[in-house]
């Protein structure tokens, strides 16, 4: 199989293996990425980032499509901003740390986002990085780079910093990168949605040549996925996840471009990236697909056996709930870990389990697997479930969330989360279809399944936390998974204590 699964079984933790490490905090990588003197535009100040608009549900299944006319440079800046702004500050001064609108493990925030844009109003064509410490554009290069002949388009590029995350957790910071990165395109995605605009979103491009036009040094900081958005995008083209859009495709393909200041991707005085990660990226960039997995062949968790296995129809409900509009769920999303027993009704689980669901997915190879204690009209079990099918498999019935919660490095207040939501990936499936490079697309589809449960439960009021750290054959086993799947991601939702604000 794909050189992703060989990485992803190397990096597996196991009970007793963990070994303590420790952090070097002279080597402490930077968490904004800095260009020196290059011209900047300072982004508008936004009044109405967290406006009381349509209830989160409602903008996630009534769609309005509302492409404007123009795009100017606030609506820019509001996208951008709701999409990987600065959200929460704890403590001061030197002390000061600043939260995200979206989640990363260890909040070490690997990502970076980059920004193509022409036709845009106030803003001169170009590429540009999004310096969110200082609230900018910072322009890389200037002139139009999309093949779009729309009145205006777009691409956002979101890269990952390797160094960011394996200054912590080494080699298996590579899994974090990606379900970080998912984290973010699904938070851009949700953003156009929510201004009526249809996206493309594609990880499948020529490394080489993307990572050259943005200008980064390779060794350190890569792309991972691209999202273009334009005046007008046909429906076709919205729908396509194929290789590259045509639409977009970059202009200059022969052109060699010359590296932007590289030494800006340098975190630290030593920022060595572990050569594992170099060389599971590298594996994973191969786009051609073995073809042992045909589309048709039945890929269900079935080897997943359980003792009363039956599937029940969940339709969506009809009526969405009470709940945060799509920019307060943003504004207010943090990780939680205060959960509570509470009762739930069967019209908020439903609902959440709906909000579990990719309209495009880079890859269809990540299954969703719920372990549960009991809501109303939901027994605790273990469940399989489909959105698109409105299916739930009942695997076991029982509670598992304590067995659960051992197996992710003993976090004990996980267990008393109402769902752990486990993204599960049959492998064998994956690169079958979408070749070595489907490793990547499936941890990016889990965080963006992710980044749905933290913006959904924070709508419904509940709370939400990413869990990356756990031990991986242990979780296998509760999920009941067989040789050839594995858990690659899990969130927690539930009832908390109360919502800090
Ligand atoms: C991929 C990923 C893995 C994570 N793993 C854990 C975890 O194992 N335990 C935990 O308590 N939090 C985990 N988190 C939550 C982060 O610690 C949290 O997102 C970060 O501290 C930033 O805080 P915020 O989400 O409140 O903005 C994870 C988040 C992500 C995205």
Known sequence: MGGGVSYHERTAYRRGGLGGGFLDWNTRPEIFKTYQGLPTVVLPELDDLQRVSRPFFKMLWEPVRSVPDRLDLKTLSRMLTLTYGITAQSGRGADAFFFRSVPSAGALYPCELYVAVQGIVDLEDGLYHYDLARYGLVRLRSGRFLSSKAR???????????????????????????????????????????????????????????????????????????????????????????FVSEEFRLLEKSHTWDLVQPEACRLSVSDKVPSSILEAHRATESMEASGTAKADEPHEAAKAQGDQEKTRKIPRPKVVPESLSFEESVWRRRSQRNYVSAHVSRQIWQTLWHSLHLDKALCDGVEIFIACGEAEDLPAGLYAWKAASQEARTIFSGDFRRASAHACLDQGWLRHALFHVAYVVDWKRVFGTHGPRGYRSALLDAGRLGQRLYLASTALGMGCCGIGAYYDDELRTVFRLGSGWDVVYLTASGPVKKLRS
């Open 152 to 242: 205006w388009a777009a691409a956002f590029f979101v890269t990952t910093l390797f160094f960011r995350s394996s200054w912590k957790y080494r080699d298996r910071a590579y899994r974090y990168c990606l379900l970080d990165a998912g984290h973010l395109v699904e938070n851009a995605l949700l953003v156009l949605h929510s201004d009526g605009i249809k996206a493309c979103v594609w990880d499948r491009f020529q490394d080489k040549e993307l990572n050259a036009f943005l200008g980064v040094d390779s060794q350190r900081e890569v792309c991972v996925a691209v999202i273009a958005f334009s005046h007008e995008v046909s429906a076709e083209e919205a729908e396509t996840t194929g």
